[in-house]
């Protein structure tokens, strides 16, 4: 069972910039492919960027495309989202997921999910 928590969520102001951690129990984190999801008050979770087990491969929505960045640390069983030029609809509650298999999902593992709130 991996449990994974996120931290780094927060108020912030439109144009900042936000770094996402998500910190994985794994001791075999570096076998699994990783990923965020976002999910807004009243509208569907939507899938937001992903990295694979070995960081060569990344996915981001068209959403977050060109001022975010997936990024990982194996050492430190830990992967990170940036996002920069931060706007009023990047507000939601962010998700971190892990899957051995599935680089693009379905994912087995998720986190509890931190809160970003962007003010304009």
């Known amino acids: 069972q991996v449990q994974l928590v996120e931290s780094g969520g927060g108020l912030v102001q439109a144009g900042d910039s936000l770094r996402l951690s998500c910190a994985a129990s794994?001791?075999?984190?570096?076998?699994?492919?990783m990923g965020w999801y976002r999910q807004a008050p009243g509208k569907r979770r939507e899938f937001v960027a992903a990295?694979?087990?070995?960081?060569?491969?990344?996915y981001y929505s068209d959403s977050v495309k060109g001022r975010s960045t997936i990024s990982r640390d194996n050492a430190k069983n830990t992967v990170y989202l940036q996002i920069n030029s931060l706007k009023p609809e990047d507000t939601a509650v962010y998700y971190c997921?892990?899957?051995?298999?599935?680089?693009?999902?379905?994912?087995?593992?998720w986190g509890q999910g931190t809160q970003v709130t962007v003010s304009s």
């Open positions: 794994e001791r075999t984190f570096s076998r699994y492919h």
């Open positions: 997921v892990a899957d051995q298999r599935n680089f693009l999902g379905p994912y087995d593992y």
């Open positions: 990295i694979s087990w070995s960081g060569g491969s990344t």
